[in-house]
């Protein structure tokens, strides 16, 4: 009779281990599942209207984190981090905005991180950490939003080079790590790089800002033949601050230069022409290797001319990948196969080719990488709404318990605790 | 503090900084953390001091690596390349990675394989890719449903033959649509210019015509005109469908002529870029007035242009024609003069029509068109199809309304009775050389109408001394009466010296 009843606990409790064992794995699946959604077909999550799906509550930052610094330097505007600035300008009066916090999904805090410029235009990332923590402290002080979450319902945008690691050096990026207060809030940001510390699992990638009406205003008949068959403008070498080379691009560049500079298939040179976009529209590849950081413009203007980009960085993760299928669009090398590179495009069967094409012309591939203003559907910021929409809901376990505290407010370099 | 960060940022032109900045960083960032950044600061502007003597970047990581005891969180790694060229990659420790990345930052080796350049196989199917990918954007954007091109093109047996059908007929092979090439042959079929144009593997229908061609440019004009007519009736007679265009022998065409006429209803015209020319004469530039829409505005000469004239909204309103008058008196008279050939008022090859007009049956065809064999009977000199329209106004203006030139217009000639080999081939090759000084020059110009042959030509002198191995002189022997003179006594000379050696 014991037995028995000791055989039917265990029975029961083994029965419960499994239950809560499957459960987790569930929640585990789904989990991964979530954010590894990367051949979706392209058509329908593309297509995903976030209206009604998501509201985003928009903090009334003081003007000296936004309007102040934009007024400082417009030149902010037409630069590739401009998706900072275009974000707030799409949010401010948007649909999904909504102005009553209680029934918002996700918060949003204005703070142009990367619109300290030097006299080159290019940003200077030593302050950004400092201004973040600066927001970040009001918000946690007038609303009470960000402590019921520590963060976890709110986005950020950091367009910057390594994204929150705020430097614009891949050493000193990794040392730094992503600013501590954000390690539970959502990133949008540019930088991708698979298992790298500036890259956050549940990052949404997004692609940089390039201007839509110059590229429109540079759009040639498509009946024009396709003559160029590899296309790149661009450095090399960086000789001011690489001369040897190696450092730059991890070589990958340097070698795409020494072994095809006299290969009459492959048109890529150093010179800045005016008719850069017009070219790109006449050539079947373009090449889209990394530079000091994996992500380039170049990428965004491939896409938007219809010539395949030929993606030569280790590990990079690609704007919108659950959304757009960039493997069947793009062609990827290794950056240890450069050398060979004239032998894997020659190689790639010509329907394949033709397939890539067809794609590439497909107009919401194209929309899904620009930031018009205003606005238009399937654009780049309604993806960014699609992405913020698929993580919705919020897993219960965010919203903190009372006492309960994840974030340390001193932790980090000490110079980024001084008060911005 | 500013000031140190914008200087160093004055260098940077991409992304980031280099390396060499990191210490200064440090300082930046206002806390010395340990001895360690003191000794590479100590290092840094050692090499600094170093850098300045030798004229060049002396790696800081010779230092390091003679030096390396302390760890830095990045480990500098060079992977094996399969070539080097650099003569400052050191090779370094490979590092121990657990959960990084598999990318290392650092400083990486370029790869170059052994034999960098272009291999011809690639190259062959790089092309055919292109070529793939062309065929494909044509049908996908360029013309929907095309039809048959048929040029008509009126020649004859010359010295410059030869030169100008190779022309019209590798542009002819270019085209992308199916093509029937109609030359009409002065003088009867002749198995010289069958020999030529069988090469281009172009459907091809060779008449001839009953004529000889006359040597005065007026009445070769005149001639070519009846035997377009005559190729127009061959049309007719045959029924072939589809585009009808006038390819002059010695006319340049773009290929986009050949996709712009596809949009021709019945009748269309596009502009003629003349490119009259000025033959040697001492006047210098030419001094045109012609039509406005001309491509190319240069200061001094602009190219006129014979075309359709257009108002605001694109309708046909006129032509604009090459205006003769300032050239009359300058201008050739007989074939091989050296003079300004000038065009007539409207070109023929300016013209397209509807292979439908000459053959459809009444019914189906617009009131406005004559018959065929009405036209050009009783010695009615036909200058342009616009002869075959009872309506000039319905003719459809092409190229954007005339704006786009896509079609030039040159008559360049030798003299009627210069001669050259058959076919262009020297078989056998001579034994014997004359030399030309006892050849009488002949300045005089030909007996008109009629050529006469027995003046000893500079052509052939040219030719025999081609035979002899005077090879690099080939480029400068131009077959221009114009240049004969001068080339010749070099070439008298270079064969005295050839049979003194």
Redo the contacts between chains.
Sequence with gaps: MCEMRNRRWVLAVFLLCIEFCLRIEAFKFHRTQQTERISGSAGDVLEDDPFGRLKVFVYELPSKYNKKILQKDPRCLNHMFAAEIYMHRFLLSSPVRTLNPEEADWFYTPVYTTCDL???G?P?P?KSPRMMRSAIQLISSNWPYWNRTEGADHFFITPH?FGACFH?????A??RGILHLLQRATLVQTFG????VCLKDDSIIIPPYAPPQKMQAHLI???T???I?VYFRG?FY?V?????????A??AR??VW???K????FDISTEHPTTYYEDMQRA?FCLCPL???PWSPRLVEAVIFGCIPVIIA??IVLPFADAIPWEEIGVFVA??D???L??I???IP?DE??KK?RLLANPSMKQAMLFPQPAQPRDAFHQILNGLARKLPHDKRVYLKSGDKFLNWTAG???DLKPW | MKQLTALQQQNRRSNSFRNGSSPLDSTVDGAIKSPATIFWLVIHGLCCLISLVLGFRFSRLVFFLFFSTSSSPSTTTIYSPIQETLPFSIPGRVPVERNMSRVVVGRHGILIRPWPHPDPVEVMKAHKIIERVQMEQRSEYGVKSPRTVIAITPTYVRTFQTLHLTGVMHSLMNVHHDLVWIVVEAGGVTNETASLIRKSGLRILHVGFDGKMPVLWEDRHKLESKMRLHGLRVVKEQRLDGIVMFADDSNMHSLELFDEIQNVRWIGAVSVGILAHSGGSEDGELQMVGGEDSEKEEKKSQVPVQGPACNSSNHLVGWHTFNTQPFLERSARYIGDRAIVLPRKLEWAGFVLNSRLLWEERLNRPVWVREIEEVGTDGEDVESPLSLLKDTSVVEPLGSCGRKIMLWWLRVEARADSKFPARWIIDPPLDITVPAKRTPWPDAPPELPSSSVEKVIITQENTEKRATKNTPRKKRSSRKRKHTTKVLDEHITSTKHSGDN
């Excluded at chain 1, 790089?193 to 790298?196: D, G, L, V």
């Excluded at chain 1, 006299?262 to 298939?265: G, V, Y």
């Design positions: 030097t006299p080159n290019l200077l030593f080079d614009y050096l891949e050493e000193k990794i040392e790089q698979r298992n790298h008949p498509p009946s033949p396709r003559s068959f450095l960086d001011g601050n690489d001369p040897e080379g190696g450092y730059y991890r070589g340097a070698s020494e072994n095809f006299d290969n009459p298939l079947v530079g000091w950081a280790d590990d950056e240890k450069v050398p060979k004239d032998t495009l020659t190689s010509i080719i033709l094409q370099p000490v110079a």
